[in-house]
């Protein structure tokens, strides 16, 4: 049960990217939950010096007192101000805490053998359920605190406190494990759940508005922008429709592996050819659109920079590809709808003149 908690509680089992924000999400309730201890052992300490000043069975451990004090405020500040933006330091801050108090406790024990150096050492039980933490490393810590107890307490403390201390030690400390073994799977539980509902809403989104194959936005997408502006209309906008040439003759004469390569092709020459400048969307087969913020001339130069990437494109099966494309703005349109189907309209022009004279250099319409 133990190595399965521990194989949990890092991340197997949870993709890289993921298993790097529930780190961040758990370090971060970490760091939350040494703010918390360290205010409480401040308050405690902090009260203990005041009672040192006035009570003479406080004086003899004012040395414990300053020291942890020091520990605990130095804590308090590093997960207060510097954790937030170095995450991996929380556990060292943890650490510190719990040693803070396993030292009061052996220095309390030494200097003035009470009833409190039990209470403090039972109080150690209860910091490692409040951080999340896997059972195995609750253990060993938890271990360590009852060697150190064992070790000064058997020599220091009165018998009878030594022998209630240690009872009521292994009892909570049982308690204390079981209790961080079903706590913080739980919370694992949670961190895991939150993460794999984000991943499903992101699967769910790429798969609604993105061609799996090419990796851009589908029609859905482009149909939603495009409803988006037959409501306002951004000036300047400039849209570009494309279709692949001789796509059918490659299916035809190399297989559909050739066609798919073009595709792809087309869409990675698209998509650097426009980079920064718009965003570009396979709506189906051969056909892409483009929509930029930006003039016809804009659009035209990242037209050429297309074309010249789709010429020197190198496939498996396929050298080079061929676009026809048409491009239309807001300069000259109105309305979405108007400068969509001049744009197709110049598209097909394009293509017709492509077939007419095949093999001749190609006009920009």
Same mark, same amino acid.
């Given at each position: 049960m133990l190595s399965k908690i521990k194989r949990e509680l890092l991340f197997a089992g949870v993709f890289q990217k993921s298993n790097e924000k529930v780190r961040k999400d758990i370090q971060e309730d970490n760091r939350k939950a040494a703010i918390f201890w360290a205010s409480i052992q401040l308050i405690f300490w902090s009260f203990s010096l005041f009672m040192s000043r006035i009570?003479?069975?406080?004086?003899?451990?004012?040395?414990?007192?300053?020291?942890?004090?020091?520990?605990?405020?130095? @804590?308090?500040?590093?997960?207060?101000?510097?954790?937030?933006?170095?995450?991996?330091?929380?556990?060292?801050?943890?650490?510190?805490?719990?040693?803070?108090?396993?030292?009061?406790?052996?220095?309390?024990?030494?200097?003035?053998?009470?009833?409190?150096?039990?209470?403090?050492?039972?109080?150690?039980?209860?910091?490692?359920? @409040?951080?999340?933490?896997?059972?195995? @490393?609750?253990?060993?810590?938890?271990?360590?605190?009852?060697?150190?107890?064992? +070790?000064?307490?058997?020599?220091?403390?009165?018998?009878?406190?030594?022998?209630?201390?240690?009872?009521?030690?292994?009892?909570?400390?049982?308690?204390? +494990?079981?209790?961080?073994?079903?706590?913080?799977?739980?919370?694992?539980?949670?961190?895991?759940?939150?993460? @794999?509902?984000?991943?499903?809403?992101?699967?769910?989104?790429?798969?609604?508005?993105?061609?799996?194959m090419t990796g851009l936005q589908n029609r859905r997408a482009y149909s939603e922008r495009v409803a988006q502006f037959s409501k306002q209309l951004p000036v300047p906008c400039t849209v570009v429709m494309a279709d692949i040439n001789g796509l059918k003759e490659a299916n035809d004469t190399y297989g559909h592996d050739a066609g798919d390569e073009l595709i792809s092709g087309a869409a990675e020459c698209l998509s650097q050819g426009f980079e920064g400048a718009g965003t570009v969307y396979r709506l189906g087969g051969d056909e892409f659109s483009v929509i930029t913020t930006g003039t016809e001339e804009d659009a035209r130069n990242c037209l050429k920079q297309t074309e010249a990437l789709c010429a020197a494109w190198k496939g498996r099966i396929i050298q080079g590809i061929s676009i026809s494309y048409g491009a239309a703005s807001s300069e000259a349109y109105s309305d979405i709808d108007s400068l969509t189907k001049a744009a197709d309209e110049r598209m097909y022009a394009f293509k017709q003149n492509y077939y007419l004279t095949s093999g001749r250099e190609r006009r920009h319409r």
């Open positions: 009570e003479s069975e406080y004086t003899d451990c004012l040395p414990v007192y300053i020291i942890v004090l020091v520990i605990c405020g130095v @804590s308090l500040l590093l997960a207060l101000y510097v954790c937030p933006k170095h995450l991996h330091l929380v556990p060292a801050v943890a650490t510190a805490l719990n040693i803070a108090l396993l030292g009061a406790g052996l220095g309390i024990t030494v200097l003035k053998p009470h009833l409190r150096s039990a209470v403090i050492f039972c109080t150690l039980l209860i910091v490692p359920v @409040s951080f999340v933490t896997d059972t195995l @490393s609750t253990i060993v810590l938890i271990l360590i605190d009852f060697l150190a107890l064992v +070790i000064v307490g058997s020599h220091r403390m009165d018998p009878d406190i030594f022998r209630w201390t240690v009872t009521f030690f292994l009892i909570f400390g049982t308690v204390g +494990i079981l209790m961080g073994h079903f706590i913080n799977r739980t919370r694992f539980e949670r961190y895991v759940f939150a993460e @794999s509902a984000m991943q499903l809403a992101e699967l769910q989104t790429r798969y609604a508005y993105y061609d799996q």
